[in-house]
T-cell receptor
């Protein structure tokens, strides 16, 4: 398996623009997670899905952020409008199985977002 | 809620043994996990403890004491490539998501 695939790897945009990050989880995994990582705040969970259904979006910063998972093999994280403080590395991760297996998450390579 | 504490940085020399501690507070416990992240890379799973005791995986071992809400990651025969950040993580009370510590940056010196 190719692992969790994220695109783009790097994104540079101007403040006010819409940004869409994409993620393809590992086939057969039923949970998908979006994280944001910065030096100041560390690794923060934004939202996670279980069987394509959003379960917990309490980490989504504000209404400018939205996430969808239309099917088991694809998810998007959208920021509209983007702001400089959104600059960070965004990771997607997936996991499968029951209670024990959920401790093991497989991360994508991340998208490094810079908002100018 | 859940919270984890781990040292921000640790320095050791090549060939040595280093221990990275993690204390946690959580309502409900579903195990303690460890992840490694090299600079510019993605976190990768290292180890997981659900029960008390030591789990060994090659040069890495992880220990858990549930009564003390404490665990550690032990790295033996340190190599330069072990220089990375190490995160401990617990699952939340509902058991669905991982809560990560702030990470420990390990620097291995020659």
């Amino acid at each position: 398996d190719a692992g969790v695939i994220q695109s783009p790897r790097h994104e540079v945009t101007e403040m006010g623009q819409e940004v869409t990050l994409r993620c393809k989880p590992i086939s057969g995994h039923n949970s998908l997670f979006w994280y944001r990582q910065t030096m100041m705040r560390g690794l923060e969970l934004l939202i996670y899905f279980n069987n394509n259904v959003p379960i917990d979006d309490s980490g989504m910063p504000e209404d400018r952020f939205s996430a969808k998972m239309p099917n088991a093999s694809f998810s998007t994280l959208k920021i509209q409008p983007s702001e400089p403080r959104d600059s960070a590395v965004y990771f997607c991760a997936s996991s499968f199985g029951g209670r024990m297996a959920k401790n093991i998450q497989y991360f994508g390579a991340g998208t490094r977002l810079s908002v100018l | 809620g859940q919270s984890l504490e781990q040292p921000s940085e640790v320095t050791a020399v090549e060939g040595a043994i280093v221990q990275i501690n993690c204390t946690y507070q959580t309502s409900g416990f579903y195990g303690l996990s460890w992840y490694q992240q090299h600079d510019g890379g993605a976190p990768t799973f290292l180890s997981y403890n659900a029960l008390d005791g030591l789990e060994e995986t090659g040069r890495f071992s992880s220990f858990l004491s549930r009564s003390d809400s404490y665990g550690y990651l032990l790295l033996q025969e340190l190599q330069m490539k072990d220089s990375a950040s190490y995160f401990c993580a617990v699952r939340d009370a509902a058991g669905g998501k991982l809560i990560f510590g702030q990470g420990t940056e390990l620097s291995v010196k020659p």
